[in-house]
């Protein structure tokens, strides 16, 4: 069978064609290596370019969204304090940065037309600052106006975040389109790579390190925004976003929220690294409670001492009860962090949604209410309730009322009798004030928790004692001197430093005699600070006053510190001498007290004393004075003199002077 095939090429023929294909192939490799490196180049440059550009630009938009931010609470702090010192050193700071941030974002590449924009709105809401710094100067300011001044400042800066939001979501929308333009050139140079030399496979690799490098740099920021960097925790961003979005989706669930007691005093004692240790170590203590629990459970780290679990299987109450149960077992048992044994517990504050709230903000401010309403001893955890929205606003109504009660003239002072036990003389007098406000009389239990902390009680207070003092000096001058009167301190008054001035130089200005003056301190002030309260209890007895301790006996002040104290008088606490002839455990704690002062040289004075039998015990037990509903409920100034005016032989202090 012939053969037929391709003739042969000669050996110089097959020279060519082999060099020719050599040059063709290498024509191809230096054509396809120059079209790589190229194209390398141009996405390590577009990806430079997109870090370089747009990250600044979510850096100060950030920035500026802080410094917006800041500037309200300033307002926020100026209203509930009235620093209008600090207020102003602290918004020119804010101001500046704001400035500092708007001139950087211009340079970046923010239009002129925007930048006018945000300027405007940021004017806006200056002026309106700049109108409530003027209301709050004001030696009558209006309350409301202020608010109103408060709430468009406010407005004003929501609107300016606003602006910030579009710009900031444009720019990762900017990001985005470059990030994805990056990858698809990554993309294309990959499929030309394929089957060419290792040169052209290392120069793309180059490339996608450099492309690598940038975007690990883009995607670090983005988690510092949304993880906790302590625990690697999701942060309260996060958590905003996720409820958010299980709200929009209309999906059921709850938030539990819980806060480590005693954290402040931990890193106080032990240092911030310390305390960084034992959040790690609580972090993952909750996590383990939680991969045990029947519902799908995500934790967050809400703030420092603070965390955040949502929960997105069942928000029924019982399911919630077991799970806070479980998390407050933490109690239990120490926790052994580093060579330290610690006591650790939590407060817990649970809402609900969709029940509780629509949005993530309400949500989570009904949980911080559940945790700050639990107050009673013993209770761990606690459901949000409409009361408690509806107690803050009672509260935020007194603060705002309070105010303006002491330049309206609305309180007055009442007095209670102190009696002798022996004969039921008239001996003393506690003033208590009260509040008359629209010509009723408002609690002292509802008003003193809110000037105490709203920083009220210390106006209150001078008030009080210098009213306490006038009275005294009517009194002296018709011939009285046989009833001291009690002044209670608060903690906030006791712990300032011109305190002591204060009482001797309001004594001074009234021309009494300060033996008729007393001033009561509880046994909690008292036992808080012991050198300082000793030397603070020095002071005053220098200027001639008396010291009594109230409340004696529910407080933590040991024997050997008492006997420190220069104190005149002991009050022996309501609880102790109620049911004081049924109960004998209150019996031999009023004989323990009485032993105690009588041996110091003390005089004692039993409060609360509502029925005959407990007068009769007190007196069988040789007590000095008695106070109580049985003898006297506080009465007005007015009605009290009478009564002491009409005293035949009032007995107390025998001529001060």
């Not at 040169?199 to 450099?210: K, P, Q, R």
């Not at 041996?599 to 004393?609: I, P, S, T």
Request: with cysteine; glycine share 6%; charged share 25%.
């Amino acid at each position: 069978m012939a053969q037929t095939g391709t003739p042969k090429l000669g050996s110089k023929h097959m020279a060519k064609w082999m060099f020719a294909a050599f040059l063709l192939m290498t024509a191809m490799l230096a054509s396809m290596s120059w079209l790589s490196v190229k194209t390398g180049f141009m996405v390590q440059e577009d990806s430079r370019e997109m870090v370089e550009r747009h990250i600044p630009e979510l850096e100060t938009i950030g920035f500026l969204q802080r410094a917006l931010s800041n500037r309200v609470n300033q307002l926020y702090l100026y209203y509930a304090t009235t620093e209008r010192q600090a207020y102003l050193s602290g918004s020119r700071l804010e101001d500046d940065k704001i400035d500092h941030n708007i001139d950087h974002l211009i340079k970046l590449g923010i239009s002129d037309q925007d930048a006018l924009a945000l300027r405007t709105t940021l004017t806006k809401m200056q002026l309106h600052a700049d109108r409530f710094d003027r209301e709050m100067t004001r030696p009558d300011s209006d309350w409301d106006r202020l608010r109103e001044h408060l709430s468009d400042a406010q407005s004003a800066a929501i609107d300016a975040q606003g602006q910030l939001d579009l710009w900031q979501a444009s720019i990762r929308m900017i990001t985005m389109q470059d990030s994805e333009s990056a990858l698809t050139e990554v993309d294309r140079l990959a499929q030309l790579l394929s089957g060419f030399t290792i040169a052209i496979v290392v120069v793309s690799l180059f490339v996608l390190v450099a492309l690598y490098s940038r975007l690990k740099d883009r995607d670090q920021l983005f988690r510092f925004a949304f993880y906790d960097s302590l625990t690697g925790l999701p942060n309260r961003r996060s958590l905003e976003d996720a409820l958010q979005q299980t709200q929009q989706e209309g999906e059921s669930g709850a938030l539990v929220l819980l806060k480590l007691e005693r954290y402040p005093l931990i890193t106080g004692t032990y240092g911030h690294a310390f305390g960084g240790e034992v959040i790690q170590h609580i972090g993952k203590w909750i996590q383990e409670k939680l991969r045990v629990s029947p519902c799908d459970a995500i934790l967050y780290r809400y703030s420092d001492d603070t965390w955040a679990v949502q929960l997105t299987c069942s928000n029924e109450p019982e399911h919630l009860k077991q799970l806070a149960c479980s998390l407050a077992t933490m109690s239990n048992d120490p926790f052994c962090i580093g060579d330290r044994l610690l006591n650790l517990s939590v407060k817990i504050g649970i809402t609900r949604y969709p029940q509780d709230g629509s949005d993530s903000d309400r949500l989570m401010r009904n949980a911080d209410a559940a945790i700050h309403a639990l107050v009673a001893p013993g209770r761990i955890y606690r459901f949000y309730d409409a009361e408690l929205t509806a107690r803050t606003q009672r509260w935020l109504a007194t603060e705002s009322a309070l105010r303006n009660a002491l330049s309206d003239d609305e309180f007055e002072l009442f007095y209670q009798a102190k009696v002798t036990a022996n004969g039921a003389q008239v001996a003393g007098a506690e003033a208590l004030i009260r509040w008359r406000r629209n010509g009723e009389l408002v609690s002292p239990g509802e008003f003193i928790p809110v000037a105490e902390q709203s920083g009220l009680i210390m106006p209150l207070g001078n008030w009080v004692l210098n009213e306490a003092c006038r009275q005294l000096a009517q009194w002296q001058a018709r011939g009285i001197t046989g009833c001291p009167v009690a002044v209670n301190v608060s903690a906030q008054q006791f712990q300032d430093s011109s305190f002591p001035q204060l009482v001797a130089d309001t004594v001074a200005h009234h021309c009494i005699h300060p033996g008729l003056l007393e001033l009561e301190i509880t046994e909690e002030v008292a036992a808080s600070d012991p050198q300082r309260v000793v030397d603070t209890m020095k002071e005053l007895k220098a200027s001639g006053v008396t010291i009594a301790m109230d409340d004696f006996g529910t407080g933590y002040s040991s024997l050997s510190y008492l006997k420190r104290l220069p104190i005149d008088t002991l009050k022996i606490d309501r609880a102790f001498v109620s049911n004081l002839d049924k109960v004998q455990d209150n019996a031999a704690i009023v004989d323990m007290i009485l032993a105690l002062a009588h041996q110091g040289g003390l005089k004692v004075v039993a409060e609360g004393v509502e029925t005959e039998a407990e007068y009769r015990v007190l007196q069988s037990k040789r007590c000095d004075l008695v106070q109580g509903f049985l003898f006297s409920r506080p009465e007005p100034a007015a009605q009290f003199t009478l009564k002491l005016c009409q005293s035949a032989e009032p007995a107390g202090l025998q001529e001060a002077q």
